[in-house]
């Protein structure tokens, strides 16, 4: 597998075959490391004859979908990382049966919505190892009773759980996940996500799925009845969860205006906040209450705002900031300068393309600024990576 410059990786066997012809051993050796992973697209002309006798080797299955070549499931059995882009009402028994043949599996993501039918009841039942499971429905309104026994033989172990659903009701009350840490939902329901939430009592990092903005708020009776007491990342911005909790590590703030409560419900997490994205500035006021703050990404900003917050005086414990983004900058120095050096005022720029096509000034008066964070190593600009050259 090669990686290509416009994203992803492209199945390029040619060198790693050519080793395989030199001694048994070799063959034996790399035979199991070439056919590790199997991507439907990306493999697509690969003759049935080879995928067929070699699925055997196969722990890593992306793309399954029904264009899926007939007669080389059986022995693929031993997956533990399976990706399928089966779409909505195209699920059917065989799949479910293959699904279910492969217990070793770990990692199991639906990337399509799916339907909810009869026959699905019993997909999780020997899956007892899995530990990631992204699973999103379009309608599960009239299927009360078959998502609780679904869930359960997986409940125990799970530590990622992605859970959507358009349209109507899970049923999850009573279930329990002991080690799910990371939770990405969307459940309109009220009641439905109080149950889950609930059932996740050692959840550290809740993120919300978006089909539709009903039900976006649903979660905060949950929180704000001490739901998830070791939650420390929170992709949500409401004050009124803030306010009721403490210890809050990392946040996400995507409101469109900082609002006087949202600052006050901020600083309430200073003593323990370590990472920030925050959309809009300014935030001194933030900057200058959380003494903990290792990351923070900030949006579009002004030149004059980003001299600023590159000052120490701005900032409670300038020492403890190890790296900044800015997603753009605008202003009267904006103008691109090309710069052929790849390293500047002792930062390296990566990548080169982006990195070179900066103002010149802007960077110089940027990186003496910085030289006031002792630890500050990193620092982004839109698709610019500079980063300080150890002294």
Not at 326 to 340: H, L, V
Request: contains cysteine; charged residues 20%; hydrophobic residues 35%.
């Amino acid at each position: 597998w090669n990686k290509v410059k416009t994203g992803g990786y492209k199945f390029q066997p040619k060198d790693m075959l050519a080793c395989t012809q030199v001694s048994h051993h070799f063959r034996n050796t790399l035979l199991p490391i070439l056919w590790y992973t199997f991507d439907e697209g990306a493999m697509s002309a690969v003759p049935i004859e080879i995928i067929r006798k070699y699925t055997l080797y196969f722990r890593v299955h992306l793309k399954y979908r029904l264009t899926y070549r007939p007669g080389n499931r059986e022995s693929c059995t031993r997956l533990t990382h399976l990706t399928t882009s089966l779409r909505v009402g195209h699920m059917g028994r065989s799949d479910i049966d293959f699904i279910k043949s492969n217990p070793g599996l770990k990692h199991l993501e639906f990337t399509e919505p799916l339907h909810f039918e009869a026959f699905c009841g019993d997909l999780f039942s020997n899956l007892q190892q899995l530990k990631y499971l992204r699973y999103y429905l379009r309608d599960a309104k009239d299927h009360h009773g078959p998502h609780h026994q679904l869930f359960q033989p997986i409940s125990a172990n799970l530590k990622v759980l992605h859970l959507g659903c358009s349209n109507g009701t899970l049923d999850l009350q009573g279930l329990f996940f002991p080690n799910v840490k990371e939770l990405l939902v969307h459940l309109p329901n009220t009641q439905e996500m109080m149950n889950l939430l609930q059932g996740c009592p050692n959840l550290e990092r809740l993120g919300f799925i978006t089909f539709s903005r009903d039900g976006s708020t649903n979660f905060i009776p949950a929180l704000k009845s001490g739901a998830c007491p070791l939650l420390n990342d929170l992709e949500e911005d409401l004050a009124q969860v803030l306010e009721h909790r403490t210890g809050f590590q990392k946040l996400d703030i995507q409101h469109d205006e900082l609002r006087e409560c949202l600052t006050r419900a901020i600083n309430h997490h200073a003593s323990s906040l370590t990472h920030l994205s925050i959309h809009l500035p300014p935030v001194f006021q933030i900057l200058s209450s959380c003494g903990q703050l290792k990351s923070v990404e900030i949006g579009a900003v002004e030149y004059s705002d980003m001299q600023m917050l590159l000052s120490t005086d701005r900032w409670k414990n300038p020492e403890s900031l190890e790296s900044i983004r800015f997603e753009r900058w605008f202003g009267e120095q904006n103008k691109y300068d090309p710069i052929s050096a790849r390293v500047l005022y002792g930062w390296t720029m990566s990548p080169e393309k982006y990195g070179r096509w900066q103002n010149r000034e802007t960077l110089e008066a940027l990186f003496e600024t910085a030289k006031e964070f002792e630890r500050l190593g990193v620092i982004i600009i839109g698709l610019s990576v500079f980063k300080r050259i150890a002294v």
